[in-house]
């Protein structure tokens, strides 16, 4: 059995959008060539200009849809591949683009300081080589990505084990964890939340966790109370 034991220092403070998904094969194809990108940065905040996501790569995606977590395939769905470029945890985002005169809506849940992840569009819109991508407007929510909550996470094929290695007791623990690329990026907007329960100091308890993968899981937050 595939086993990763992961040592968790990020204390988590809020609640972000969880899907549950089915795991999918990785982006395909690039950007098509003639493509035109304006307002290659999104607002921190509705309104605002701050540049705190960037938008690293626009293309078309071919695969098994994650988003939605039904594995259906689909061919040609836009897709773009979106940066935390701040120190925050970024909790959720809703990023609007028109695509040759079509609303495109990308949704990016639970993405650590610095990472980047491949989102594909909310709705599955299918793209051609030769059309324009105009960002519209975004919304985000950002917060601190805190202290050690003392939780020792391992992962199993279906499961996690969560240990408590702090001297208090919690009342109950959320682990958050996504899906990585075969390229090191994230994969897909959403992220996957399960709950450990109340774990007394020095207790373990192991919990079922629909799509988890050693190989292919990261854990990128974890919630106590």
Same mark, same amino acid.
């Given at each position: ?131 324009? %991508? #105009?960002?519209?407007? /975004?919304?985000? !929510?950002?917060?601190?990505?805190? +202290?050690? &909550? ?41 992220? %996957? #939340?399960?709950?450990? /329960?109340?774990? !007394?100091?020095?207790?373990?308890? +192991?919990? &079922? ?17």
């Amino acid at each position: 059995m595939k086993r990763m034991i992961v040592r968790w220092a990020g204390a988590l403070v809020a609640l972000v959008l969880t899907v549950s998904g089915c795991g999918a094969p990785p982006p395909e194809g690039t950007v098509p060539s003639g493509v035109e990108v304006e307002d290659v940065t999104v607002p921190y905040r509705s309104g605002t200009e701050d540049g705190k996501l960037t938008f690293l790569e626009f293309t078309r995606y071919t695969g098994g849809f994650l988003e939605d977590g039904s594995g259906d395939p689909v061919e040609d769905v836009a897709a773009i591949l979106v940066q935390n470029t701040t120190s925050e945890y970024l909790q959720y985002a809703q990023l609007r683009f028109q695509i040759g005169g079509a609303e495109a809506t990308f949704l990016v849940t639970g993405l650590p300081p610095g990472a980047r992840c491949w989102v594909l569009e909310r709705d599955r819109l299918t793209v051609e080589a030769d059309l324009v %991508y #105009r960002y519209i407007e /975004g919304s985000t !929510a950002f917060v601190p990505v805190g +202290e050690d &909550t003392g939780m020792d996470v391992e992962l199993k094929d279906g499961s996690l084990v969560v240990r408590n290695l702090s001297e208090t007791d919690a009342s109950e623990v959320y682990v958050y964890y996504r899906t990585v690329h075969e390229d090191g990026n994230y994969f897909g907007g959403i992220t %996957y #939340r399960c709950s450990a /329960g109340a774990l !007394a100091a020095g207790e373990q308890a +192991e919990v &079922t966790a629909g799509h988890c993968d050693p190989e292919v899981t990261r854990v990128v937050r974890i919630e106590r109370s």
